[in-house]
């Protein structure tokens, strides 16, 4: 049985390396991949781009132009442009929000009346649009109480855990190594049999005294071995290259790495019995890996999902995984914190590997 | 001697249509089977069945001695096949199709060596060893072919049409290897459409629609219906046996 697997094993490896473009798929892709969605995919709002229209013009309106735009979040893009054509900048994406200070700006703040300023924000990308109100409102109340010194009865001090500078980049790249062994593992393993079906060396192997379990192991373990390669090259590049701090442990996260793979080699393996042609292991195993993508918290809180939806999310592995991987690099969580969702990936990971090789024998016989 | 093969009224229906209808034969150890009979008439079902690669509806067999339905795991130690599709990795080497066959039947490192040696010495292959498979012309991927489904030394050897495509050159020389195989004792199990060579078999037997029609030595049976060649008398009994359905 043994040599039977180690055979096996060394003969899936053989063919992976020989071929040129799997080799590219398996090694140059996820450095790309993480480059372009690291970068891509940035949540952060900084440097928004802003017309000013100062209708005041005086010292204490430009002070107030100055304290909005000290920080790095906006820059003023155009100062005055004509007011019939403010809409037309937002069309043309020359800003994304609008600062308006009325002519009685001064007088009334020295008077102690109520002073309007309007901000116009395009509202279009939602996420970054409630930011950057945020961010409008909180740089008013700092200027309000530098400028009229009001005590104020409660104030509240933030201090964010685990990444204070909210870099949406350490926050996506764990989740993008996750994503990344995901689409991996289950494509090759779905390809691996019906390849094998396809090209008549099944039916060979079947009058040869394997047996199913060998099969399935001397075939799963070179794709697991890959799956920590892709892992490992796509972590080192995150580290190294964006600098991401890795706070916890690096064997837990191999270790509960091996239980992941374990779950998405079973889905492979399992859409290789339903499967005659690679073409269609190949879109099923798509579907698998959008649907995967899309409910384990990768771009959207799962909790902001419908509650149906959210249910639909358990049934999911990457679900599991992508808070062991964020939980691991970002918090150092360790295997404590993380029992719900071993024990949830061991469960499916068994249920997919047993119904496999049922249908498995099933199709032989 | 002992029976390599026995078959009693073995039968497989796929739904409602018969395959393999009630077929009955024996081959004896040592023998060089063949198997004929027209596209169709149900042979692969019926190999498929003895390689324990399918199960049959009803019916017996034996191969090897061991039963079909019950005995699967020593029928696979004991046989070799070789299917109409050379079944070989493209993408490996002749050695390593050769070496990773030979694993899988468990042969011992050092054993398996030696055979590769001694096979390749027999079947001409010692150039092509580091070719990668799939580029070999399809005469020598036959030949490897049957290197690989010999390996492990089966004591029954199915070949499902294994000259398909092949020049007259090459498949004389094949059937000139296939002998040697007999008569070092391993039986022979081969489906072919030339009827060329279906005369170097000790005998044959024509299948049609499912069932056995004919079964015996070539030239006793070229005698019994006298027609010139086997080419000839298959002609006859199937468009014969077509006629006669036809009129029912």
């Known amino acids: 049985m043994i040599q039977t697997i180690l055979a096996l094993m060394k003969k899936e490896l053989y063919q992976v390396i020989r071929d040129r473009n799997m080799l590219r798929l398996i090694f140059v892709m996820p450095i790309i991949q993480l480059l372009v969605l690291g970068y891509a995919i940035n949540t952060d709002v900084k440097k928004i781009d802003t017309a000013v229209y100062d209708f005041d013009r005086s010292s204490l309106s430009r002070e107030y132009i100055k304290a909005k735009t000290a920080g790095d979040y906006f820059i003023v893009s155009s100062e005055n442009p004509p007011v019939l054509d403010a809409e037309r900048g937002f069309k043309e994406n020359l800003y994304t929000a609008a600062l308006i200070i009325p002519n009685d700006f001064s007088e009334n703040f020295i008077e102690k009346k109520p002073v309007n300023v309007g901000l116009l924000i395009d509202g279009s990308n939602a996420n970054s649009a409630s930011i950057t109100s945020g961010y409008a409102e909180m740089i008013a109340m700092q200027f309000n109480r530098r400028q009229l010194d009001i005590p104020e009865p409660i104030v509240m001090r933030q201090q964010m855990l685990y990444n204070p500078e909210s870099e949406s980049i350490y926050f996506m790249v764990p989740g993008i190594v996750a994503v990344l062994i995901t689409m991996i593992t289950a494509m090759l393993s779905s390809m691996a049999i019906v390849r094998e079906r396809e090209i008549g060396t099944l039916e060979q192997l079947m009058v040869t005294p394997i047996t199913v379990p060998a099969l399935i192991i001397g075939k799963t373990i070179p794709f697991a071995i890959l799956g920590f390669l892709e892992m490992s090259i796509a972590l080192l590049f995150g580290v190294l290259w964006f600098g991401i701090p890795f706070v916890g442990s690096w064997s837990l996260l191999y270790g509960l790495t091996f239980i992941f793979l374990f779950t998405t080699l079973g889905v492979g393996l399992f859409i290789s019995t339903v499967t005659k042609t690679q073409q269609q292991a190949m879109f099923y195993a798509w579907f698998f890996s959008i649907f995967a993508i899309l409910t384990s918290g990768f771009f959207s809180p799962i909790a902001n999902m419908p509650e149906a939806v959210q249910y639909i999310t358990y049934l999911n592995p990457l679900r599991y995984y992508m808070i062991i991987v964020r939980g691991i690099m970002m918090k150092g969580a360790s295997i404590d914190a993380l029992y719900p969702e071993i024990i949830a990936m061991i469960i499916f990971g068994v249920l997919i590997f047993t119904s496999s090789w049922l249908r498995y024998s099933k199709r032989v016989s | ?248």
């Open chain 2, 1 to 248: 001697m002992p029976d390599a093969v026995t078959i009693e009224k073995l039968t497989k229906k796929f739904g409602d249509f018969t395959a393999v209808d009630q077929i009955s034969l024996t081959v004896g150890e040592g023998e060089v089977f063949g198997f004929l009979g027209a596209n169709g008439a149900g042979k692969t079902t019926a190999i498929r069945m003895l390689c324990g690669l399918l199960l049959p509806t009803s019916g017996n067999g034996t191969v090897g001695g061991f039963d079909i339905y019950r005995d699967n795991e020593n029928i696979k130690k004991s046989i070799g096949y070789m299917s109409q599709k050379f079944s070989l990795y493209g993408d490996l080497t002749a050695y390593e199709n050769l070496w990773f066959y030979g694993s899988v039947y468990q042969l011992k490192k050092k054993v398996l060596k030696d055979r590769i040696d001694e096979l390749s010495e027999e079947l001409g292959l010692h150039e092509f060893l580091n070719r990668l498979a799939g580029n070999l012309p399809l005469g020598w991927r036959q030949r490897l072919a049957l290197a690989t489904s010999v390996l492990h030394r089966p004591k029954i050897l199915f070949l499902d049409e294994p000259t398909g495509g092949v020049d007259p050159v090459f498949r004389r020389r094949f059937w000139g290897m296939l002998y040697d195989l007999a008569d070092k004792g391993t039986t022979l199990f081969v489906t072919t459409h030339y009827m060329d060579e279906a005369e170097y078999c000790h005998r044959i037997s024509i299948m049609h629609h499912g069932r056995i029609i004919e079964l015996g030595n070539p030239s006793d049976l070229i005698q019994k219906y006298q027609q010139p060649n086997l080419e000839e008398l298959f002609v006859q009994l199937i468009s014969k046996k077509s006629e006669e359905s036809a009129d029912v």
